[in-house]
């Protein structure tokens, strides 16, 4: 799809300075430009760059000069960060404005279709499905029975959702992310064998969750596993059965949290964390990057290490155990002048 500099100054309120009529149809940066792109310049170091690129629509801040001739059409806006921004989330609207049933694929008879829906290629719909109005579901992607999917939201290629898993409205799955497989739930028998404890529950995902590709949500043993409104999940995270996060968490890739955790509302939790099962970590909790949390954690808590410690008391300890070596040394030369050793 192409777009002409008239058509994105008039989305943007901007200013042309340029040729109007100059098409583009992909997007670049700025010292990557080539002809028929739209990029943007913001940051002040790339300034240079603007005189060389070929991309043929730049927008830029209004408070622009130009030092040089410039071959790119330019477009004036108050921020040009923020309006480039604006134009990616129109192009990924203008992207993913899929709609229809293509073929072949299979929709249950008893499931319950909204309106404007996109159910692509190779995909199923089990029985007694409910897909809100606008719902888009891409490419070999798998709807267990009963389950219900709110407004706006988009299943991306390959995804999975097991039966009677609940998913709300705008929200984001992408590919290979599977919601609702059986928890790791097993008990050893007087044989020491293990029988595996049947995963009855289901997984409940509410409003604007965004989940990356390769997460996988567990569904509760008994009950649900929890995922509340606004929470945003990196790729290939593990979350065990009957955890629940609470809004507006953000966690970031590789992070493993085991069952029965309950973590709070607006914490930041960095990759590759572990949390073990059945604590409580409370709001606004900040984690740093490969920490091992095993205790409950309180409100407003930093943390950092394995097992965690909180922030200011990791780094003055990991000053210590840098120098360990050193003191080492240097205990033994005391002990050898104590002890007269030559």
Known sequence: MKFTATQIAGL?????????????????????GTE???????????????????????????????????KTTLIKVQDAYKSFSKLLEYYNQVKLNKNGIEQPCFISESANCGENIYVGAFSYIGENVTLA??????PNSYIGDNVKIGENSIIFSGAKIYSDCVIGSNCVLNSGVIVGADGFGFAPDSNGEYNKIP?????VIEDNVDIGAGTTIDRATLGSTII??????????????????????????????????KIGENCQIGGQVGIVGHITIGNNVKIQAQSGINRNVKDGEVLQGSPALAYKDYSKSYVHFKNLPKLVNHINEIDKKVNGDN
Do not use: C, M, W
């Open 199 to 203: 995963q009855t529950g289901n997984v």
């Open 228 to 261: 509340r409104k606004g929470v945003k999940l990196d790729n290939q995270i593990q979350i065990a059965h009957n955890v629940e996060i609470g809004k507006n968490t953000v966690i970031a890739a590789q992070t493993g949290i085991a069952g029965s955790t």
């Open 12 to 32: 943007l309120d901007g200013d042309i300075v340029g040729d109007p009529d100059v098409e583009v149809s992909k997007l670049s940066k700025i010292e990557e």
């Open 36 to 70: 028929g792109s739209l990029t943007f310049l913001s940051n002040p170091k790339y300034t240079p760059y603007i005189y060389s690129t070929n991309a043929s629509i730049t927008i830029v801040n209004k408070t622009f000069k130009s030092e040089n001739h410039i």
């Open 133 to 138: 109005d606008n719902v888009k579901i891409f």
